[in-house]
C-alpha cells in the first residue's frame, strides 16, 4: 500500500512519489530520508527496485504526470475560508481546532483494521512533507489504508484554502539545539 504519492487511490504511486519518500522519509516515523547518504542515481536505483515489488504496478503503463502545482501567491489571506471549508469536510475526524479529536477519531481503522487515529494538525510531523505542495497532495488524494480520505472533488481553489488553514496550525518553527525540543509545549499554545 503506498500513501504517499501523487495519484488516485485505484493507481500506482509515480517515480516522482517513490523517490520523494526515500529522499524525505516519513516525518514522526522509523523510515529516516537518504538524501545527503544517496545520489540522485542510486536513489533512482532504489526506485527502480520497489518498481519490481509490486505487482500493482501494470507493466508497460504510463504513469500520470505528477501533481506538483504551485501555491496561489495569496495562500496565507486563504486561511478563513479554509477553516470554514476544514469545518465542514474535516472537523468529523480532526476536530474543529486540527487537534485530531473530532467526533469520529476513536472509530477509525487503517488498512489492516486496527485503529488509526488523525493527526494533531497543531503538533505531529505530517507524513508526506510540509511544503504546500505536500499537504495539496495529502488533501487531494488522502492517505490510501491509513483512513485519510481523498478530496479531490473539491476544487483546486477550495483544497488549497485548506491547506492555508493547515499550515496556520502548524507548529511554529524554531531553530533546533541539542537538547532542546523544538515543538512549542501545549501550555505554551
Ligand atoms: C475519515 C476521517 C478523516 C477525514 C474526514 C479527514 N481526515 Fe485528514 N487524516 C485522517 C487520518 C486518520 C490521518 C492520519 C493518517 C496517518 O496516521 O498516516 C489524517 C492525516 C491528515 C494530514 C496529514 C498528512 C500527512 O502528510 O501526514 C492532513 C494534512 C490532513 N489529514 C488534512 C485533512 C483535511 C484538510 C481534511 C478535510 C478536507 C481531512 N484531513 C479529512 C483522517 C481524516
Do not use: K
Amino acid at each position: 500500500m503506498y500513501s504517499l504519492r501523487s495519484t488516485p487511490w485505484d493507481q500506482p504511486p509515480t517515480d516522482e512519489d517513490l523517490a520523494r519518500t526515500v529522499r524525505q522519509g516519513i516525518p514522526g516515523s522509523a523510515m529516516p530520508g537518504f538524501q545527503g547518504y544517496l545520489s540522485p542515481g542510486a536513489i533512482q536505483a532504489v526506485v527502480g527496485h520497489l518498481r519490481t515489488l509490486t505487482e500493482r504496478w501494470p507493466a508497460g503503463s504510463t504513469p500520470p504526470p505528477p501533481l506538483a502545482p504551485d501555491p496561489p501567491s495569496d495562500l496565507p489571506a486563504m486561511t478563513g475560508q479554509g477553516q470554514a471549508l476544514f469545518a465542514t469536510n474535516c472537523a468529523a475526524c480532526h476536530g474543529e481546532g486540527g487537534r485530531g479529536d473530532g467526533a469520529a477519531a476513536d472509530f477509525l481503522v487503517n488498512g489492516r483494521g486496527s485503529p488509526i487515529r488523525p493527526l494533531d494538525l497543531g503538533r505531529d510531523a505530517l507524513r508526506g512533507g510540509e511544503q504546500p505542495a505536500d499537504i495539496f497532495r495529502a488533501i487531494s488524494y488522502g492517505l490510501e489504508g491509513r483512513s485519510m480520505p481523498p478530496f479531490a472533488h473539491l476544487s483546486e481553489p477550495e483544497r488549497w484554502a485548506l491547506v492555508a488553514y493547515v499550515q496556520s496550525l502548524r507548529p511554529r518553527r524554531v531553530p533546533y539545539s541539542v537538547g532542546v525540543d523544538p515543538r512549542p509545549s501545549r501550555e505554551a499554545r
